[in-house]
T-cell receptor, first 112, second 113 residues
Framework: DSGVTQTPKHLITATGQRVTLRCSPR?????VYWYQQSLDQGLQFLIQ???????AKGNILERFSAQQFPDLHSELNLSSLELGDSALYFC???????????FGEGSRLTVL | GEDVEQSLFLSVREGDSSVINCTYT??????LYWYKQEPGAGLQLLTY?????DMKQDQRLTVLLNKKDKHLSLRIADTQTGDSAIYFC?????????????FGAGTRLAVHP
């Protein structure tokens, strides 16, 4: 158990819909990262937050947004869903800068 | 730019050594990492190496770093069926003073009797 909690574990929805994925980082970790894992794209970095502020952005689509709340949990919002958004979405947390990332078990999104 | 490449599959016999290779592009990477993902689970850090090191050994794991060629390898000695998993190489990239990890696509290791 990494200490990072992601909900929901599985989610099935239809194209055009909107979903929210939630992540609770390890106690004490200020940094939260979101990654997307799909069969054809591998593990893609989406976005990073540190203590509530966006710090780094990767290949995140404009239809996606994220935020980190004062209690340090984070949400990833995916809207106008397309079939290609079906993937495993991972949240990871770390204490600060360089170092180990602790991953949650992921949220598997299926868009039908 | 940032890019990490690794071969997608490796099949080895139980008891043999496995070598998983990776190349990266960011020469300023401070740390390079190996993560393991077992079926249905998140990624778990296996080991890491600081960029000023050439080699790091941790029990059955040996990491070799060739900084000149930007090549990283992970050797697993006496590979067991429990080592079957996807192994990800990652380089650290500092952006705006904060660290992010860029992962390769992962190497699926299959261990057969």
């Amino acid at each position: 158990d990494s200490g990072v909690t992601q909900t929901p574990k599985h989610l099935i929805t239809a194209t055009g819909q909107r979903v929210t994925l939630r992540c609770s980082p390890r106690s004490g970790d200020l940094s939260v990262y979101w990654y997307q894992q799909s069969l054809d794209q591998g593990l893609q970095f989406l976005i990073q937050y540190y203590n509530g502020e966006e710090r780094a952005k990767g290949n995140i689509l404009e239809r996606f947004s994220a935020q980190q709340f004062p209690d340090l949990h984070s949400e990833l919002n995916l809207s106008s869903l397309e079939l290609g958004d079906s993937a495993l979405y991972f949240c990871a947390s770390s204490v600060r800068l360089v170092g180990e990332l602790f991953f949650g078990e992921g949220s598997r999104l299926t868009v039908l | 730019g940032e890019d990490v490449e690794q071969s997608l599959f490796l099949s080895v016999r139980e008891g043999d050594s496995s070598v998983i290779n990776c190349t990266y592009t960011d020469s300023s990477s401070t740390y390079l990492y190996w993560y393991k993902q077992e079926p249905g689970a998140g990624l778990q850090l296996l080991t890491y190496i600081f960029s000023n090191m050439d080699m790091k050994q941790d029990q059955r794991l040996t990491v070799l770093l060739n900084k000149k060629d930007k090549h990283l390898s992970l050797r697993i000695a006496d590979t067991q069926t429990g080592d079957s998993a996807i192994y990800f190489c990652a380089e650290s990239s500092v952006s705006g003073g904060y660290n992010k990890l860029i992962f390769g696509a992962g190497t699926r290791l299959a261990v057969h009797p």
